[in-house]
């Protein structure tokens, strides 16, 4: 009962919130702020250092997204648990917890499957470029790196293919 009346009023929020800019594959060189969302188990130094390298000069907000409560800090990122989520899963819209819409003219997500909270934030966001590990409902993504089946990639295997394909785009 409770998923069903959580479902509903996910589609809800989202079709109220959802943003209506058109996107598309756009030069790197463009872009001067960036949103990228990754999974804790994966935010270690060496991917956080490839993400800031590969993105240098641009303005830069990393979030991790940990399903744990008790997470320890990640150093050069915004951590968020669930005690920063809200009944529906999304990140809560709060003086205490640090917005996820920066203003960004990419959006990148770095989980193979997105949470509900990642979902909302790609389907909200009004960068005019978004990229992602696999397409979401609605063709959401511009850019989807996606692993051949049966295998799995890390982030930074999958953020350097990204990052290697919007270099071609001139």
Request: proline content about 6%; charged content about 25%.
């Amino acid at each position: 009962m409770f998923q069903s009346v959580r479902d509903f009023l996910r589609r809800r929020d989202l079709r109220k919130h959802s943003s209506t800019v058109p996107t598309g594959i756009r030069p790197l060189a463009g872009i001067r702020k960036v949103a990228v969302f990754l999974p804790a188990a994966e935010a270690d130094a060496p991917t956080l250092s490839l993400i800031r390298d590969a993105l240098s000069g641009k303005e830069l907000s990393i979030f991790v997204i940990s399903p744990e409560r008790k997470a320890s800090p990640v150093s050069g990122a915004v951590l968020l648990t669930p005690s920063h989520m809200n009944i529906l899963g999304r990140v809560s819209s709060s003086r205490k917890v640090p917005r996820t819409s920066v203003g960004e003219d990419l959006f990148i997500s770095l989980f193979e499957e997105d949470p509900f909270a990642v979902e909302y934030a790609a389907r909200c966001s009004s960068a005019a470029f978004k990229a992602g590990r696999s397409q979401l409902e609605g063709s959401i993504y511009d850019l989807v790196v996606m692993t051949p089946d049966g295998e799995r990639g890390t982030c930074a295997e999958a953020f350097s293919e990204m990052v290697r394909m919007m270099q071609l785009v001139k």
